[in-house]
């Protein structure tokens, strides 16, 4: 089976950095996603990591390591619109897309 | 253009009732699913279609069918409800053939049962 940790909540102050690691367990591991969801709102793609590395994408980057299981989504400059969920999800070679539990950051002034 | 829509966006309905809830995709993307948030916001995938073909089924009860009329819409319909199907489900679609890279969801309907 699969299975996703990653932490419940981050709190964070406006232009802080905010790292929210995730680490799995899967077979036929494919890729790594995060997505961002604000209350009441639906699940939005912020990145994808297939290889290992660091991938950057404006304020937000994303890191994988395949040998380590674990991958992280940071966040710089933090700003109040990003006060949100960040669930990581894991894609398999079957092309199921599993959601762990998600991060809540809570971004104050 | 909505991407990826879903009817109705909220449902309150009793107890033992059957529903629908549609959604429609006009990304041209091969693959759909349906998802389930519960209170605690935890994401649960239930169904994967491909062009139309069932591909992924996790331990759902029997009460839930979904139904792909054509790659573009995946249905789902819900038998007998109970208190626990209270939940948002949201569609989602990406591009199948490879595992996808992004998938794009549905505003969500938001299932009240009571």
């Known amino acids: 089976g699969q299975s996703l940790e990653q932490p419940s909540e981050v709190t964070a102050v406006e232009g802080a950095i905010v790292q929210i690691n995730c680490t799995y367990q899967t077979s036929g591991f494919y890729g790594l996603s995060w997505y961002q969801q604000h209350d009441g709102g639906a699940p939005t793609f912020l990145s994808y990591?297939?290889?290992?590395g660091l991938e950057e994408t404006g304020r937000f980057s994303s890191f994988l390591s395949r040998s380590d299981s674990y991958g992280y989504l940071l966040l710089q400059e933090l700003q109040m619109k990003d006060s949100a969920s960040y669930f990581c999800?894991?894609?398999?070679?079957?092309?199921?897309?599993?959601f762990g539990a998600g991060t809540q950051v809570v971004v104050t002034p | 253009d909505t991407a990826v829509s879903q009817t109705p966006k909220y449902l309150v309905t009793q107890m033992g009732n059957d529903k629908s809830i549609k959604c429609e995709q006009n990304?041209?993307?091969?693959?759909m699913y349906w998802y389930k948030q519960d209170s605690k916001k935890f994401l649960k995938i239930m169904f994967s279609y491909n062009n139309k073909e069932l591909i992924i089924n996790e331990t759902v009860p029997n009460r839930f069918s979904p139904k792909s009329p054509d790659k573009a819409h995946l249905n789902l319909h819900i038998n007998s409800l109970e208190l626990g199907d209270s939940a948002v489900y949201f569609c989602a679609s990406s591009q199948g053939g490879q595992p996808n890279t992004e998938a794009f969801f549905g505003q969500g309907t938001r299932l009240t049962v009571v």
């Open positions: 999800a894991v894609i398999d070679s079957w092309g199921k897309l599993q």
């Open positions: 990304l041209g993307h091969d693959t």
């Open positions: 990591n297939a290889l290992d």
